[in-house]
């Protein structure tokens, strides 16, 4: 019996004529908190049936509040979760455990960030599921991977300190500072939904399923690109520099009379018209910032030429006038500014769903993904608690959902 069959058999095949290029795939959710519902939540925007399962208490972000929405739900949750349908299983009951066994088993791809083991314990590992299901794609998301690491708790927070994030984070005189948002769960998760999807183009080659291993500290490691490259040309770890940049200036935070704007130079063409736009194009003459490594070598001095130039206006004169100049700029906008700013760009950063049966309603941010011949989709809100348990029932006979 193929995938697809077994997937009639036990609960039916997304609706026919469902968009997405991911349509006809079903993925068992078994993951919680962020990187993989991240990873599930794009594959699930771009066509595929994700089950989420949860345990009966839910997803640990459904309790993570304030802040909530209209229908009083953990906005938290709502960020990774939408597409999805809900169905709950109490892996420690025989008969949680049966149902969580027929999705994993009729399905094109397994997800889970549980402890290494738990999933073992529970017989839903890769290779007890690979037995009756020999396409499946089985994708375990850790901290620190299934060996050494394997006992370490894989927290974002935990994961930015001792992979080296920090360490770069923060003003130059201040402690080591985290990115405001779990920044290391978001790029997991990103590689999760790409590590997937070359599983499965792996699969339309050889028909059989292949297991993706992806760690929060790997992702972070390679994330640290330019600054892991450099330490291990060196041997040298980089130090916090703010918000400057260790091989551009200038390229930081400057105070104008108003508020904050960044100045992003990248190269000497634009410091040129970056010093005219200001009213000193001398200092494109000087030797100390004629070039961007003796700007580098002279950031300081170059700072306290700019500093009081830049207080002297606003941040939007500035902003407007430097743009003009073809020299990159911008406000340091709050988020409700960001989206703001993305809208006046013509640029669909927002999204609202409606849940058809009970009318409730839910603002995200959008897929950043754009394919012009199969959209992302973006067709209900993140699911109540088991609100696809009875349904899930009905459909175990069904080739089709309506």
């Not at 994708?139 to 300190?161: E, H, K």
């Not at 992806?214 to 040298?236: D, H, I, K, M």
């Not at 009081?308 to 020299?327: I, K, S």
Request: proline fraction near 7%.
């Amino acid at each position: 019996m193929n995938s697809r069959e077994r997937r009639s058999e036990h609960g039916g095949l997304p609706p026919k004529g469902t968009p997405g290029v991911l349509n006809g795939l079903r993925v068992a959710d078994f993951s919680r908190v962020l990187a993989g519902p991240y990873a599930t939540m794009m594959l699930a925007d771009f066509g595929a049936d994700v089950v989420k399962i949860e345990p009966p208490h839910g997803d640990d972000t459904r309790a993570w509040r304030p802040p909530v929405d209209d229908a009083g739900e953990s906005t938290y949750f709502g960020a990774v979760n939408r597409n999805k349908r809900s169905v709950v299983c109490d892996l420690t009951t025989a008969e949680g455990l049966e149902t969580a066994r027929r999705l994993a088993e009729t399905a094109d791809v397994v997800v889970e960030n549980f402890r290494p083991g738990v999933m073992e314990r529970f017989g839903l590992d890769e290779q007890t599921l690979r037995a009756a299901n020999p396409g499946v794609v089985y994708c375990s998301i850790t901290g620190f991977g299934r060996d050494a690491g394997a006992a370490l708790p894989g927290y974002d927070l935990l994961v930015q300190a001792v992979g080296g994030l920090m360490s770069i984070t923060g003003a130059p005189d201040g402690e080591p500072s985290k990115v405001g948002v779990a920044l290391v769960d978001v790029l997991t998760g990103l590689n999760a939904f790409s590590g997937i999807l070359l599983a499965l183009r792996q699969r339309d080659a050889t028909g059989r399923g292949s297991r993706v291993d992806v760690e929060l500290l790997g992702s972070l490691l390679a994330a640290l690109t330019n600054q892991a490259s450099g330490t291990l040309a060196t041997g040298r770890s980089p130090a916090r520099l703010g918000n400057a940049h260790p091989s551009i200036a200038p390229y930081e935070l400057f105070s104008a009379a108003d508020r904050e704007l960044v100045v992003a130079v990248g190269n000497d063409r634009q410091f040129t018209a970056f010093a005219a736009a200001v009213g000193r194009p001398d200092l494109a003459q000087d030797a100390r910032f004629a070039t961007n490594e003796a700007r580098v070598a002279h950031r300081d001095a170059l700072r306290d030429e700019l500093a009081p130039l830049l207080a002297a206006r606003p941040a939007a004169d500035w902003v407007a006038a430097l743009t003009a100049a073809r020299v990159p700029a911008g406000l340091v906008n709050g988020v409700a500014e960001a989206f703001a700013f993305a809208e006046s760009l013509g640029l669909p950063a927002v999204v609202e769903t409606t849940d058809p049966a009970t009318g409730r309603r839910s603002r995200q941010p959008a897929t950043p993904i754009h394919l012009d011949t199969a959209p992302a989709v973006h067709r209900t809100p993140p699911p109540l608690l088991g609100a696809h348990d009875a349904r899930w029932a009905d459909e175990t006979d069904r080739e089709d959902r309506p």
